[in-house]
């Protein structure tokens, strides 16, 4: 789905505000090719809206008022001033409508034009191209919805995953010491760690009751911090998916049940690419941990990972500890032990 030719290039000013506790700021408004952009005075891009996934709030009423689909939080209101933007955006979503399945014959042909306007995309938008567009503009909050249904998809085939009242503000500690939004431990399902989108890294238990260094795990989670900087998650999902799923991503806001079970079936089992010495020295280095017991969590001997071993940013320097003490027992027993 692309915006209209009329109106493309066309801008007008709104008021915008990233959150209900964020005070409204004057931004410019523009259509462009399948978004809207946000930008501040200066022409720097604030966000970017799907034209197919936008809401108003008050239909029929002045002046108009908008959110993304699924985020009513965020918000953009437009005034009369501004009449032709807000008759853009209608007809944006008029023309949307008008693509969506009919009875009888209206559903039919309407269908195939969105047949073809698919196969269109596909063979003039390279897949690669309509990946990176579709990930540039998918909201923090809707890849943090596709990974939690990622998780509740694994959690059905590896458990439940590990929590008690007494772990989860250590688990919430471990996972701000190491620069990670969500940490979740599973009894079983993943071999060691994975990383799925919306900032979720998924632990094996036994990397907790294991070990007697909290700095082993936490070894691991940052490897999951590197990975994801080398290859984003939502990427990942979506190459496997498709481009029909990308594109209904892009133009829905939404993946089929089907694409993240067969992706959750997959990321298990999928192997991980291999990350360099100097890749995972830097993040070590970065949150003041020391890469050897990690180094030999993976190789006992020491033989394969000499290079972390040998060139641990925190080698002879005073170590602050990962967790306290206390908390570290505490953690261990996060599945019963």
Same mark, same amino acid.
């Given at each position: 789905m692309t915006a209209l030719k009329e109106y493309q290039r066309l801008e007008a000013l709104g008021l915008w505000r990233a959150s209900p506790d964020d005070q409204r700021r004057e931004v410019i408004v523009s259509i462009g090719d399948a978004t809207l952009t946000i930008s501040d005075a200066n022409g720097k891009a604030l966000t970017h809206w799907s034209l197919a996934a936008i809401e108003r709030i008050n239909p029929g009423e002045r002046p108009a008022q908008y959110h993304p689909q699924g985020d009513a939080r965020e918000s953009l209101e437009i005034g009369d001033a501004e009449a032709p933007m807000i008759d853009a955006i209608n007809k944006v979503?008029? /023309?949307?409508? +008008? /693509? +969506? &399945?009919? &009875? %009888?014959? !209206? +559903? !039919?042909?309407?269908? !195939? /034009?969105?047949? %073809?306007a698919v196969l269109g995309l596909l063979v003039f938008w390279l897949p690669g191209a309509l990946t990176r567009h579709t990930i540039f503009v998918v909201p923090e909050t809707k890849r943090q919805d596709i990974g939690q249904a990622l998780l509740t998809r694994i959690e059905r085939v590896a458990g439940p995953a590990c929590i008690t009242q007494q772990t989860e503000p250590v688990l919430a500690r471990l996972a701000e010491r190491t620069g990670i939004r969500k940490l979740v431990v599973l009894r079983a399902g993943v071999s060691f760690s994975l990383h799925l989108p919306g900032g979720i890294v998924v632990l094996n238990k036994a990397l907790i009751e294991d070990y007697d260094d909290p700095a082993v795990v936490a070894g691991f989670i940052l490897s999951e911090r590197v990975q994801v900087s080398q290859n984003d998650p939502l990427q990942d999902l979506l190459a496997r998916a498709g481009p029909i799923a990308t594109f209904r991503l892009l133009t829905t806001g939404d993946l089929t049940p089907a694409d993240l079970d067969r992706y959750a079936e997959q990321v298990l089992v999928a192997p991980r690419p291999a990350l360099t010495d100097e890749q995972l020295l830097s993040v070590f280095a970065q949150t003041a941990i020391p890469s050897t017991p990690y180094a030999y969590a993976r190789d006992i001997t020491g033989e394969s990972v000499l290079g972390l071993i040998e060139a641990d940013p925190m080698a002879g320097r005073a170590l602050e500890s990962v967790l306290p003490d206390r908390d570290w027992v505490t953690l261990q027993n996060i599945c019963g032990g």
């Open positions: 979503h008029q /023309a949307i409508e +008008r /693509a +969506r &399945p009919r &009875p %009888g014959r !209206l +559903r !039919l042909f309407a269908v !195939l /034009a969105t047949i %073809g």
